[in-house]
């Protein structure tokens, strides 16, 4: 008898307000903007599994984030407006604080972490646990690559030169052969749906 039958666990792309800068958001576009999760769950509802792409300081091997990084968060939100980040970026860039400038990194857990704060889900996979579980490695190993790249941060906008945690879900999502679903724009401002991030 098979054990597995009629068991089945899914992928869950989930939704979240991003925490920390919700003043500077709210400032800025009337609203909360998003952080999109993937999370893997079993057939329980208990959750097995959460992938998130996350800003890191270049300037450590903890992947922690110091106040430096922090600052330099705030300030692609006070730049990106103006359109001059990208400006500032590069002159910060070729000094030796370039070195704490954040890039985009995958963060794993093999728990719930932040699931439970997610306030909109969609379902993206629902398969046997084998199949599902295979799914979730070929999103970790698309992530692994994407850290390798070392893309610097741009927390606000998306599209071609954007790299955030909405470009990297798409990237990782389209390299497994799974749809770049958009968001629910519940929390995302306008523009900030999943796009490839060239």
Not at 87 to 99: E, F, M, S, Y
Request: aromatic share 8%.
């Amino acid at each position: 008898m098979d054990e597995t039958k009629g068991r089945q666990w899914r992928i869950e792309l989930c939704e979240r307000p991003v925490r920390k800068a919700q003043r500077v958001d709210m400032l800025l576009f009337g609203r909360a903007l998003c952080h999109p999760f993937l999370a893997l769950i079993d057939e329980h509802d208990k959750v097995l599994g959460e992938i998130h792409l996350v800003p890191f300081d270049r300037s450590t091997t903890t992947r922690t984030r110091t106040r430096l990084n922090r600052l330099f968060e705030l300030a692609t939100a006070a730049t990106v407006p103006m359109h001059v980040d990208k400006a500032v970026r590069g002159v910060v860039g070729a000094t030796p604080l370039g070195r704490y400038y954040p890039t985009l990194h995958s963060l794993f857990y093999d728990h719930a972490a932040q699931y439970a704060k997610a306030l909109v889900r969609q379902e993206l996979v629902t398969d046997s646990p084998s199949r599902t579980r295979t799914t979730w490695n070929l999103l970790r190993m698309a992530a692994t690559r994407l850290d390798a790249r070392n893309l610097p941060y741009d927390r606000f906008g998306s599209g071609r030169g954007r790299n955030n945690c909405q470009s990297g879900l798409a990237t990782i999502l389209a390299e497994a052969g799974l749809p770049v679903i958009p968001l629910s724009g519940q929390f995302a401002a306008p523009g900030w749906n999943p796009r490839l991030s060239a």
